[in-house]
């Protein structure tokens, strides 16, 4: 974008200092005066009626308070809310603890509070749970037979929710097309694997009323309303803080089951209570990611065009319907005709409940399965009708002419130039070259290949709030629903506040994550931070500007379109030696008596920005890899990522989501995957199982930017914080399968680990 005083400059992060120093405030670090350590005691069981409990052996430890089972909280809290966005969903009784029966391992089952930690630890481990095992499902297409177990047997099948929409002829358009391609597609769970695992604490303070609960999570807002619901008590009772937050990536919104627990815990018994998740927990117990079988019929002329999409989507959300909104299939399905014009399409999901861990939101939560799905079959039609990637892309691509758009699925775009992007992308690639150099290394026997991914995003979802609030003094500070976990919101904010007010950065100050000290937020998640919160802070800092140049008027006695301002300072037009320092005017705006012109006293704005509909990012990553035909190993040579998020900010913190994020990307192509087995065991339980990418593995991360301002927002920003999920994946097992392509090797479902690919060349050179 165009640079400002502050907007569209690379600043460095303002937070980072305090981090440097040691000075966080993770949850971990939150010291309450007399407070009792929760540890749970978790099924070892996928699925088990729980027979009888015993805890007499814990009442003997040194240390031991109390233990508490699900029907004992059952007769005193009520279960968990449905989100609004759910209620199309089949109804379910979730409460934070288990009830008559277990339904995976890992689910809580008995509340142990000591005095110390190391006491909890010690009493959990006696307390005996017997259990009645029961047959538990895993594959969620085997979850959806008839005969297949009932995770819960109030319902008539293991279907959650269920989705079906067409757009168009389909039947005629495959009747009529040239070439028909379908393709079978596992986009497999995952596990966030953030820095620091989830945790919270709770204090209540009997002559106020009020329970204080700090948590790391995304959504302070929402999990007070939670807490609220479950335990009977107004908002305004609870107080919920995100303090400093070591990574989300999805994983940390909504409602847990922990969180409630504490909170339930402290209120019942009035006394401080705090747990923090082990990592062994963390990978059962914290919410998984992706997770979808998908069927797609794709129609084709012969010269490329796409005629038709027909899919099948089975998305398996584990135990729960986890989701703080809706399922993640549902955003899939939204976003299935991603950045190509699709005439016709015809769309079924069905959401199923298995014996495994619940699967909710992870980086992109739907898009990155919807572009997986896309990304693939265009590299699979094109290598059927005898055409490069880059060509079918470039005759399916929305076009400027095409904008305003919806898409079949729904979904209006508000803005893009698809095809710069594109020739941007090869541009920067050399990808003419890269083509050349592939077929000489081809000639010595090397393994190379080259993927490409075109992709668009549906981000910035709902509204959002901030408070710009103007001291005596001349600072500001600026109160934001938006929760930050590491991506830089502090410095955005002061960048896009200091634009208006034309103050240094060091004299404003970001405040999120407190429910007592902001107006009701929604959070952060799905890249909304910048365009929602972003545009909230723009438009009150431009009333606060207003405001102030109205009280500068009347102190200087002339008109408020007669002043100038820059720099702090407010000036008469054509006399310059006639001006009011922007801190005169705040100790005006606060007078006792009131502020000049009879204005109430007072400077600040609160504005809640509601776009109405989501803004549309997209962007073409490629990459180059070569692999070991000995070891099946995967060398990434070059990743390039050019993205069009709108007006851009922050370029450096844009550089920094979209390194992130292609790392985590790579991480599912190559390495990640929670499994179970038949019967419903965890088999990756710690990092020595689930693999996730080191700093060696993950290259250097070539990037551009086109800018297309999106239309629908203040500030003409998209989303850019989950590019690098929704793009990696297809980008690079398009380039490993087109490395495997001289071997007749057509197909592999991701992660493409080294024992995966050392299988198939081995497979197709005995053939």
């Known amino acids: ?9 690379s600043i460095r992060r303002l937070e980072d200092e305090r981090f440097l120093r040691g000075l966080s405030n993770f949850t971990d670090d939150i010291r309450l005066e007399r407070a009792l350590s929760l540890v749970i005691v978790r099924s070892p069981y996928p699925h088990a009626t729980i027979a009888r409990i015993d805890w007499s052996g814990a009442a003997r430890v040194r240390g031991f308070v109390a233990a508490f089972r699900g029907t004992d909280l059952a007769s005193w809290i009520a279960p968990f809310p449905t989100p609004p966005q ?25 509340a142990v509070l000591a005095e110390t930690r190391a006491a909890a630890i010690d009493a959990a481990a006696e307390i005996m749970v017997e259990y009645d095992e029961l047959p538990a499902v895993v594959d969620p297409e ?25 757009h168009g002829d ?94 339930a815990l402290a209120w019942k018994l009035q006394q401080p209570i705090k747990w923090v998740e082990t990592r062994s927990e963390s990978f059962v117990a914290t919410n998984h990611g992706r997770d979808q079988r998908q069927r797609v019929r794709a129609a084709f002329r012969r010269d490329g ?59 992109g939560a739907g898009r990155p399965e919807a572009s997986y799905l896309l990304e693939r079959l265009m590299d699979a039609a094109a290598s059927r009708l005898g055409l490069d990637p880059v060509t079918i892309r470039q005759k399916n691509l929305l076009r400027p002419e095409d904008f305003p758009y919806t898409s079949p699925t729904g979904v209006p775009y508000d803005s893009g130039n698809y095809p710069a992007v594109l020739a941007e992308a090869l541009r920067c690639f050399d990808y003419a070259a890269a083509r050349r150099q592939q077929a000489t290394l081809r000639a010595q026997g090397r393994l190379v290949g080259i993927g490409i991914a075109s992709f668009c995003e549906l981000s910035g979802p709902g509204w959002e709030s901030a408070t710009v609030r103007a001291h005596p003094d001349g600072s500001v500070t600026v109160l934001c629903g ?17 634009e208006i007010l034309e103050l240094p950065l060091e004299r404003i100050r970001a405040v999120t994550g407190d429910t007592a000290a902001i107006q009701q937020g929604i959070g952060t998640f799905g890249s909304r931070s910048t365009a929602l919160g972003g545009s909230a802070a723009y438009l009150a800092a431009q009333e606060v500007l207003e405001k102030a140049r109205f009280i500068a008027a009347h102190a200087l006695e002339v008109d408020p379109a007669d002043l100038d301002y820059r720099d702090g300072v407010f000036t008469v037009r054509g006399v310059p030696d006639r001006s009011i320092a922007w801190d005169r005017v705040t100790r005006l705006a606060y ?121 629908i927002n203040p500030l003409g920003a998209k989303g850019i914080g989950e590019a690098g999920t929704t793009a990696a994946p297809p980008a690079l097992v ?34």
Not at 737 to 765: F, K, V
């Open 305 to 363: 065009t796409l005629l038709g999409l027909d899919a099948d989507i089975v998305s398996n959300l584990g135990a729960w319907n986890a989701s703080p909104t809706r399922p993640t299939a549902v955003l899939t399905g939204f976003a299935l005709a991603g950045p190509y014009r699709v005439p016709t399409i015809r769309l079924r999901i069905r959401c199923v409940v298995t014996n495994t861990t619940p699967q909710s939101a992870y980086r």
């Open 591 to 711: 007078v006792m008596e009131g502020p000049p012109g009879g204005v109430e006293p007072g400077l600040e704005a609160t504005r809640f920005f509601n776009p109405g509909r989501r803004n549309i990012p997209f962007g073409v990553h490629i990459a180059m890899v070569e692999i070991d035909p000995e070891t099946g190993e995967v060398r990434v040579l070059r990743y390039l990522a050019v993205d069009d998020s709108g007006r851009i900010v922050n370029p450096l913190l844009a550089e920094g989501q979209i390194h992130g994020s292609v790392a985590q990307g790579l991480g599912q192509a190559l390495f990640e995957a929670i499994l179970y087995s038949e019967s419903g065991q965890p088999l990756t339980q710690s990092f020595l199982d689930y693999v996730v990418p080191r700093a060696t593995q993950v290259p250097s991360i070539e990037t551009a930017h086109c800018e297309t301002p999106s239309p």
């Open 86 to 110: 759910s209620a199309a969903a089949r109804p379910q009784q979730r409460y934070p603890l288990a009830i008559d029966r277990v339904r995976y391992v890992g689910e809580g089952v008995v």
């Open 482 to 498: 938006i929760a930050p976990s590491g991506q830089g919101h502090a410095t955005m904010l002061a960048q896009v506040v200091g």
């Open 142 to 166: 085997t979850a959806l037979l008839s005969e297949a177990p009932r995770v819960h047997p109030e319902w008539p099948d293991n279907i959650a929710f269920a989705w079906d929409h067409q």
């Open 170 to 263: 389909i039947e005629a358009v495959f009747r009529d097309a040239d070439v028909v391609v379908e393709l079978e597609l596992v986009n497999q769970r995952v596990h966030a694997a953030f820095m620091e695992p989830r945790a919270a604490a709770a204090t209540y303070d009997a002559q106020s009323r009020q329970l204080t609960v700090w948590a790391s999570t995304q959504t302070p807002h929402t999990l007070r309303a939670g807490i609220a619901t479950v335990l009977g008590l107004p908002e305004h009772q609870i107080r919920v803080i995100a303090p400093d937050v070591g990574g989300a990536f999805g994983a940390k919104g909504g409602l847990y089951p922990e969180y409630v627990l504490v909170a």
């Open 1 to 9: 974008m165009t640079e400002g005083r502050y907007l569209g400059r």
């Open 734 to 767: 398009n380039a490993v399968l087109d490395a495997l392509r001289p071997l007749g090797i057509e197909h592999l479902d991701m992660p493409l680990t080294p024992e995966r690919i050392w299988q198939a060349i081995r497979s197709a050179r005995n053939s």
